[in-house]
T-cell receptor
Framework: DAGVIQSPRHEVTEMGQEVTLRCKPI?????LFWYRQTMMRGLELLIY????????DSGMPEDRFSAKMPNASFSTLKIQPSEPRDSAVYFC????????????FGPGTRLTVL | GQNIDQPTEMTATEGAIVQINCTYQ??????LFWYQQHAGEAPTFLSY????GLEEKGRFSSFLSRSKGYSYLLLKELQMKDSASYLC????????????FGRGTSLIVHP
């Protein structure tokens, strides 16, 4: 398996633009997580899905952030409009066979909002 | 909620032994993870402790004391490539079993 795949790996955009981050989890994994990592706040859970259904989005900073998982092999995290404080590394992770097992992380998307 | 505490930074010498501590407060503890994260890369799984005691895996060992809300990661025969951030994460029923991550400990190994 190729592991968790994320795209793009790097994104530079201007304030106010829409940003879409993409994730393909490991085949067969039924949990998918979106995290944001910054030096100031560490690794923060934004939202997670179980069998394509959003379970907990309490970590989503505000209405500018939205996430979807239209099928078992694809998820998006969208920021509209983007702001400089959204600059961070965004990780997608997946878990198979139960939520208590290890998470497999994608390589991350480094987002810079100017 | 959950509270996880780790030292921010540690330094050690190549070939030495280092212990990275993690203390936590949570309700309904289920398990504790350790992840390694090299600069610019994703976290990767190191260990998972559910029961009290020490679990050894090569040069790395992880210890858990549930009654004390305490864990440590022990790295032996340190190598330069062990320079990384080490993240402690706790799974609990209070958090729906979703791991909550600490801020991580940045380990610097010097010659």
């Amino acid at each position: 398996d190729a592991g968790v795949i994320q795209s793009p790996r790097h994104e530079v955009t201007e304030m106010g633009q829409e940003v879409t981050l993409r994730c393909k989890p490991i085949s067969g994994h039924d949990y998918l997580f979106w995290y944001r990592q910054t030096m100031m706040r560490g690794l923060e859970l934004l939202i997670y899905f179980n069998n394509n259904v959003p379970i907990d989005d309490s970590g989503m900073p505000e209405d500018r952030f939205s996430a979807k998982m239209p099928n078992a092999s694809f998820s998006t995290l969208k920021i509209q409009p983007s702001e400089p404080r959204d600059s961070a590394v965004y990780f997608c992770a997946s878990i198979g066979a139960g939520v208590g097992n290890e998470q497999f992380f994608g390589p991350g998307t480094r987002l810079t909002v100017l | 909620g959950q509270n996880i505490d780790q030292p921010t930074e540690m330094t050690a010498t190549e070939g030495a032994i280092v212990q990275i501590n993690c203390t936590y407060q949570t309700s309904g503890f289920n398990g504790l993870f350790w992840y390694q994260q090299h600069a610019g890369e994703a976290p990767t799984f190191l260990s998972y402790n559910v029961l009290d005691g020490l679990e050894e895996k090569g040069r790395f060992s992880s210890f858990l004391s549930r009654s004390k809300g305490y864990s440590y990661l022990l790295l032996k025969e340190l190598q330069m490539k062990d320079s990384a951030s080490y993240l402690c994460a706790v799974s609990s029923s209070g958090g729906s079993y979703i791991p909550t991550f600490g801020r991580g400990t940045s380990l610097i190994v010097h010659p």
